[in-house]
């Protein structure tokens, strides 16, 4: 089955300093890798989606790169802010539903 | 809509005893997942079905967990005997899966601790 790994498991930016966090997965035939979001004592909430037929997506200050070629994706924010600050989960679908990677925490110190 | 619902919010219990997690998934969902997170393993996927029908329960730990999904509108996780190393955040999530709407609707999840 898909194994999704995500690093770093820690990451501490300053305000307006870029983020970059990364994913590889092992099952070739995955086709939808989203990115959620969960803030402390929250609920995952879908931030970007990206599927196999595309490169790379963007949405505002979040963009997500995908290499199909490698099995890995990572996810970008750029100009960050203290409320961006939560745990990022990168997941791959396979046959068997989302897989997600351990997640990064994200500080974002003002 | 009200989004996914799960209860009970927090639940503490005693080794041993049986344990029962409840979730009411969006209406017109057609698939309803269950995961377990803990900070050493993340977010695990226990079980996921379609239409009512348990489509994998790979990801089930042990004989001792168990799901059922009576109605499109109902389904429940069970543990027992539960034990401490249960003691996780479960949460139900919704969506249907469609090529241009696969996103997955999280309910508030229920912290589980078995003393």
């Known amino acids: 089955g898909e194994n999704v790994e995500q690093h770093p498991s820690t990451l501490s930016v300053q305000e307006g300093d870029s983020a970059v966090i990364k994913c590889t997965y092992s099952d070739s035939a995955s086709n939808y890798f989203p990115w959620y979001k969960q803030e402390l004592g929250k609920r995952p909430q879908l931030i970007i989606d990206?599927?196999?037929?595309?490169g790379e997506k963007k949405d505002q200050r979040i963009a997500v790169t995908l290499n199909k070629t490698a099995k890995h994706f990572s996810l970008h924010i750029t100009e960050t802010q203290p409320e961006d600050s939560a745990v990022y989960f990168c997941a791959a679908r396979d046959g068997k539903g989302l897989i997600f990677g351990k997640g990064t925490k994200l500080s974002v110190k003002p | 809509d009200a989004g996914v619902i799960q209860s009970p919010r927090h639940e503490v219990t005693e080794m041993g005893q049986e344990v029962t997690l409840r979730c009411k998934p969006i209406?017109?969902?057609?698939?309803l997942f269950w995961y377990r997170q803990t900070m050493m393993r993340g977010l695990e996927l226990l079980i996921y079905?379609?239409?009512?029908?348990?489509?994998?329960d790979s990801g089930m730990p042990e004989d001792r967990f168990s799901a059922k999904m009576p109605n499109a509108s109902f389904s429940t996780l069970k543990i027992q005997p539960s034990e401490p190393r249960d003691s996780a955040v479960y949460f139900c999530?919704?969506?249907?899966?469609?090529?241009?709407?696969?996103?997955?609707?999280f309910g508030s999840g229920t912290q589980l601790s078995v003393l």
């Open positions: 990206i599927r196999s037929n595309v």
């Open positions: 079905f379609n239409n009512n029908v348990p489509i994998d």
């Open positions: 999530a919704s969506s249907t899966q469609g090529w241009a709407n696969e996103k997955l609707f």
């Open positions: 209406s017109g969902h057609d698939y």
